[in-house]
């Protein structure tokens, strides 16, 4: 390169880059530098010759002045290079942000300095090596290349030099991330990355798998489209939001809610007609209930927690609309089996230190357990073993719910072991015992353990 017209510009590589990725890049520079012509010259000689001591000439040849050291035979040309009349060339980067927003540090270069100045016609020497090294903030890109500052300025002279280069290497380590995707709050996306060489996960807006050929995201029962916003096949559940479009997604309103379709709670009754059939609850379809007192009952206890502020695993099994979590009724003790929840609106739960919990707080402690065999069965599977699941229930989802009921003091806990009887309280919602009521019950209790002992001899 050199700095006339037109030779100003080296090579130069662009690249897309995550944030987390570290770009390197080197390359070798020289330049002829006849004025240095005998390097056994020092600026004591010089300063002498100039002087007039003696033993020293000095001549004018052309532009040039020539020095000779009569006693050590060393002669220069003699025309002072300032450090500003030195080559600028230089390898340089420059960041480009993706999404515009301007960084305190978007660009640097490393320059040609004298230690690339080769002294003999031959140009044999060493290179001098220049460096870059940037490590990546956010998404961009970066241009590497090496480039000369222009001839036309004042110091145009000088920066006619030649300028090689050589071995210009450019690295590019990738960080960690593999994909990065942005979505507007309907789901488009926006801001997407995905590192060169590698398999696209699919599976994006709420973990649905996006549908490619079709541009939209299967959501199981239908698909979406996140550029409008509205499903492409109707609402099952049209008839319950009546004031939206069938077409509609989480009611226009994504910063709040999520998808509230899917399986819920399926809450087994029996109706008039004395077959048993189901409704299936999602949290906020309370008006849609059927008049029956079990699905009732369950969606007061559903609500009290929620309203006090508990009822955190409920919630999770109604906004998760991949599980299905079926809910009936017994008149013994209430208990989870095999992912369905076995559930007496009447029973609460005694506990060692005379605490009571309500059906409510009961019912959160069933739900912890099939949410937990829903979403994470290895783990259920494996604490189920020992006592390691109850414990994680007890103290979680059942205290905190019994905290926010009002059945433990603020810095209480339930119980400190898995132990408790079944109490008969006054309604769902109720901590205060029913003493008859549960006499009654726990003679029912002993009566069905006589007859399924009668039945095993
Ligand atoms: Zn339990």
Do not use: C
Not at 99 to 125: C, H, M, P
Not at 203 to 212: A, I, R, T
Request: aromatic share 10%.
């Amino acid at each position: 390169m050199n700095g006339s017209r037109g030779e100003r510009q080296g090579p130069r590589k662009t690249l897309a880059v995550m944030a987390g990725d570290t770009i390197r890049a080197r390359v070798r520079a020289k330049y002829l530098d006849l004025r240095q012509e005998q390097p056994g010259l020092t600026a004591d000689m010089i300063l002498a010759a100039l002087s007039g001591a003696p033993g020293y000439t000095v001549t004018v040849e052309g532009a040039a002045t020539r020095i000779a050291v009569n006693s050590t035979g060393a002669t220069a040309l003699l025309n002072p290079l300032e450090e500003e009349q030195q080559p600028k060339a230089f390898l340089s980067w420059q960041f480009l942000p993706a999404n515009g927003k301007k960084l305190d540090e978007d660009g640097g270069f490393d320059q040609v300095s004298a230690a690339a100045a080769i002294s003999n016609k031959t140009g044999v020497g060493n290179h001098e090596v220049l460096e870059v090294e940037y490590i990546v903030k956010q998404k961009g890109w970066i241009n590497l290349e090496l480039d000369m500052a222009g001839a036309d300025s004042y110091e145009a002279e000088s920066r006619n030099i030649d300028v090689y280069f050589d071995d210009f290497e450019v690295a590019h380590h990738h960080g960690l991330i593999v994909q990065e995707d942005s979505y507007y709050p309907f789901g488009l996306t926006f801001n997407e990355y995905k590192m060169e060489g590698t398999l696209a996960n699919k599976f994006k807006y709420n973990g649905k798998e996006e549908q490619e050929e079709w541009g939209v995201i299967d959501y199981g029962a239908r698909m979406y489209q996140a550029d409008l916003g509205r499903w492409f096949n109707v609402d099952p559940l049209a008839d319950s939001s009546w004031s939206f479009t069938p077409y509609h997604y989480v009611a226009n309103n994504p910063i709040l809610l999520v998808d509230p379709d899917g399986r819920d709670f399926y809450i087994w009754y029996e109706n008039d007609k004395g077959k048993t059939v189901h409704f299936r609850f999602n949290g906020s379809n309370a008006a849609d209930a059927p008049d029956n007192k079990f699905v009732q009952q369950f969606i007061t206890a559903y609500n009290y927690n929620v309203e006090n502020g508990g009822g955190e695993k409920m919630q999770a099994i109604a906004g998760n609309s991949d599980i299905k979590i079926g809910v009936a009724e017994t008149e013994f003790s209430s208990q989870h089996h095999l992912g369905n929840i076995y559930w007496n609106p009447n029973a609460g739960a005694e506990y060692e230190n005379g605490t009571v919990v309500s059906p409510a707080t009961v019912l959160e402690h069933e739900s912890d357990h099939a949410n937990q065999r829903a979403t994470n069965y290895k783990q259920w599977d494996n604490d189920s073993r020992s006592n390691k699941e109850e414990l994680r229930v007890i103290n979680g989802s059942e205290q905190k719910t019994a905290k926010a009921n009002g059945e433990i003091p603020k810095n209480g806990v339930t119980r400190t072991r898995h132990e408790g009887k079944a109490v008969i309280t006054y309604g769902p919602t109720s901590n205060k015992v029913n003493k008859a009521a549960t006499q009654a019950h726990q003679k029912r209790l002993i009566e069905r353990a006589k007859k399924a002992l009668d039945q095993n001899q």
